[in-house]
């Protein structure tokens, strides 16, 4: 039957000896060249989106040829087109491949001018009974604090079906911000040098970023199923601002609308940038097995993280975090996640991608843990504000859902009456995370939680100046005995294997990224069986 369909796509589509005739290789040189490699991401289970970007145009429009074969040579064509590409959309090329068989591999490439670029790798999503999936899960890859290893390395494995990236595709950070100490040393220094803010500025780092070969060869090799996070428009953002975006840097609209134009035009993602009503939730079917649910957690809906200072009483601040009228997902996608959750009937798993930490997590006194006059990416004064508001052992994380408590009951409590199996899987925190999430005071679980640490961003070694190592881990898991593995110092991927019978996680880790050479090993391997999310996790 596959055969049959493959000889039928061949006949309808273009041949490619045909398209050979057009693309006059033997002519002069071009000026056109594919200095971004190659993508395919959003897979369904007739198709995927196949991106690129052209270099070397200079005003006019150009038409690219495009290509899904059967075969690395490129010598089955399947389907094929021309696209028309321009500056108003900085040149980029992004289709919607459809009509293909589900649950096979496939072969893309483009050409313009006689010039070819890269063949990647793609893949339909399966339908009707299936045993296994696996993914690898990714967050927070800032350029210039190391290289990119972390994407080497998956762009290596062959056994994976798709790329999950759960936010901080990029940073918005100049030279002289947050996290850029090594970047003249490593070769990385950030393009623009400032912080990016206007339209050209968000396009000249997408482009720097898809410069670098490790993370082009991620992208050759599998589909990326990707949602934002702050950092591809600001810190800390929310629907209407952002930490570090001031009245100086104009209208925060603008400024989000640039970003997000930005990013629908350079990353492999299916929709359309439509500014504050722009949705990247969305939902991905792998047969039988699961369901993977894409939310956003920073933009749509998020309303303004709460403040509190050194000084506020515990129970104020927990009637502050418990406020039912502050929202992380916000209504319309709040329906939606329990549409989805419906329409996830019939599967065993329902995988919920988004990107903050779900898990309630108490701050331990970090006074006795911590040196004040240890080495700090942070100043002194932020350190010890911190030290400050960690008596009494309150939330701290308040840009995660410990900052939305009655949005999180909220979640939880649909994961619980409309899920089979629900497994979340977060990022943001350039930590290695494993957690049951109950709703309170409910012994058994809702869910369970996965989160990733950084591909290259700071974890809490670079922040906390600790007098011994792991002291503030050690300190974390003995006060929330809801989280069953830390791991605070190490960057890495997390590697998710569902079956029908359990799904499992495994961190992989590594011991460098500012070294060109570097280890790595899986630090933990932790499951949860299918039928028993409420137990909780368990050592894989």
């Known amino acids: 039957m596959l055969r049959r369909r493959f000889v039928q796509l061949l006949v309808n589509g273009l041949p490619f000896a045909a398209l050979a005739t057009r693309w006059r290789p033997g002519i002069a040189a071009s000026p056109y060249a594919f200095r971004h490699g190659i993508a395919s991401g959003d897979p369904l289970a007739d198709g995927f989106i196949i991106w690129t970007r052209i270099s070397g145009a200079n005003g006019e429009s150009v038409d690219v040829d495009w290509q899904v074969a059967a075969d690395a040579g490129m010598q089955t064509v399947l389907q094929s087109g021309r696209f028309e590409t321009d500056a108003r959309r900085d040149y980029t090329v992004k289709v919607d491949v459809r009509g293909l068989p589900s649950g096979t591999p496939f072969c893309y490439r483009f050409v313009v001018d006689g010039v070819p670029s890269p063949v990647g790798c793609s893949r339909t999503l399966p339908v009707g009974e299936i045993s296994s999936a696996r993914f690898a899960v990714v967050s927070c890859a800032s350029y210039p604090t190391g290289y990119f290893h972390v994407y080497r390395e998956i762009a290596e494995r062959r056994d994976l079906d798709a790329v999950i990236h759960l936010g901080d595709y990029l940073y918005e950070y100049g030279i002289g911000e947050y996290a850029t100490e090594y970047a003249e040393e490593l070769g990385r220094m950030p393009e623009p040098s400032t912080e990016t803010i206007s339209l050209a500025d968000y396009r000249l780092r997408h482009a720097q970023y898809k410069t670098d070969p490790d993370l082009q060869a991620l992208h050759a090799q599998h589909p990326l199923i990707a949602v934002w996070d702050d950092h591809e428009i600001a810190n800390d953002c929310w629907r209407g601002g952002g930490e570090n975006h001031d009245r100086g840097e104009g209208r925060w609209a603008r400024r989000r609308n640039a970003a997000i134009q930005a990013y629908f035009e350079w990353m492999p993602i299916r929709g359309k940038a439509r500014g504050k009503r722009t949705e990247i939730f969305r939902q991905f079917r792998y047969g039988d097995l699961l369901s993977l649910i894409m939310l956003d957690t920073r933009v749509h809906g998020r309303d303004k993280q709460p403040q509190i200072s050194p000084d506020m009483p515990n129970d104020e601040i927990y009637r502050l975090l418990a406020d039912p009228g502050r929202r992380l997902l916000g209504r319309r996608q709040e329906r939606w996640l329990q ?202």
Not at 377 to 405: F, H
Not at 437 to 444: I, P, Y
């Open 339 to 540: 549409e989805a959750l419906a329409r996830s009937e019939g599967t065993v798993w329902q995988l919920v991608g988004q990107q903050v930490l779900v898990s309630p997590v108490r701050a331990p006194d970090l006074e006795p843990l911590l040196n004040p006059d240890g080495e700090s990416i942070v100043s002194r004064e932020i350190l010890e504000e911190n030290i400050a508001m960690s008596k009494n052992n309150p939330p701290l994380l308040l840009d995660t859902w410990d900052g939305y408590a009655a949005a999180r009951e909220s979640l939880l409590a649909d994961l619980k009456d409309l899920a089979s199996n629900a497994v979340v899987i977060s990022g943001d925190l350039h930590t290695s995370i494993a957690a049951d999430l109950h709703l309170q005071g409910d012994a058994e679980a809702a869910a369970v939680e996965f989160m990733t640490t950084s591909v290259t961003s700071p974890g809490f070694a670079d922040y906390l100046p600790e007098r011994h190592p792991g002291a503030v881990r050690d300190a974390t898991l003995q006060l929330n005995p809801n989280l069953r593995y830390m791991e605070t110092d190490r960057r890495g991927w997390l590697c998710l294997t569902l079956t029908t019978s359990e799904c499992t996680g495994e961190w992989h880790l590594l011991d460098d990224v500012r070294s060109r050479t570097y280890t790595s090993s899986i630090d933990r391997r932790l499951s949860v069986r299918a039928g028993q999310v409420s137990k909780g996790l368990y050592p894989g």
